[in-house]
């Protein structure tokens, strides 16, 4: 079964520090993995996106990295600020007749001053 | 920059009413997806279409239609609101190719709330 798991379910963290988010996934065929943040009351808007040859991307302070063998992801957040407060949303994306998008159900972070 | 817009942000239903969600893109994509957010649950495909006045079941289509008439305005429509489906609406656009074949990144509306009393 096509499943998208991420870890853990909610973060609080001090403004300034850094954290790791995690997503798991069990799609197959796979094609490729995004990261969304999303925040309160709003649509999702695309961090970043990785394809099966890509192991690490960069976006200002976050960085994804995607390890096609253990199909494990990680979104790392460094020098954490209070609009970094909201959900983080893995999603990947795998073809089996049509393209399918399986998502996570998120990590919801906090950012505290 | 990709918009898409969706016709109502927060949206309050009596139970049995009809409830026509709008979503417009203005990018020209080929694709647009009607999800579902709940609590607790990742993003749940309702519908999506591939084409003008193509489209395709998702996951949890049961209770929901749609219609696409014109390329960048995707249609979600509740036949009879039920308690059940009070919810968060997301849309979203992609560029495609026919039949849905296509990874490309997917852009999102910001989201209607709807609440069915």
């Known amino acids: 079964k096509n499943q998208v798991e991420q870890s853990p379910q909610s973060l609080i963290i001090l403004e300034g520090k850094n954290c790791t988010l995690q997503?798991?996934?069990?799609?197959?065929?796979?094609?490729?993995l995004r990261w969304y943040k999303q925040d309160t009351g709003r649509g999702p808007v695309s961090l970043t996106i990785?394809?099966?040859?890509?192991n690490t991307k960069s976006n200002g302070r976050y960085t994804a990295t995607l390890d096609a063998d253990t199909k494990q992801s990680s979104l790392h957040i460094t020098a954490s600020q209070l609009s970094d407060s909201a959900s983080y949303i893995c999603v990947v994306s795998g073809y089996s007749g049509t393209y399918k998008y399986i998502f996570g159900t998120g990590t919801r972070l906090k950012v505290l001053a | 920059d990709v918009k898409v817009t969706q016709s109502s942000r927060y949206l309050v239903k009596r139970t049995g009413e009809k409830v026509f969600l709008e979503c417009v893109q203005d990018m020209d994509h080929e694709n647009m997806f009607w999800y579902r957010q709940d609590p607790g649950l990742g993003l749940r495909l309702i519908y999506f279409s591939y084409d003008v006045k193509m489209k395709e079941k998702g996951d949890i289509p049961e209770g929901y239609s749609v219609s696409r008439e014109k390329k960048e305005r995707f249609s979600l429509i509740l036949e009879s609101a039920s308690t059940n489906q009070t919810s968060m609406y997301l849309c979203a656009s992609s560029v495609g190719l026919a039949g849905g074949r296509s990874s490309y990144e997917q852009y999102f509306g910001p989201g209607t709330r709807l609440t069915v009393t």
């Open positions: 990785m394809t099966f040859s890509e």
């Open positions: 997503c798991n996934y069990t799609v197959s065929p796979f094609s490729n």
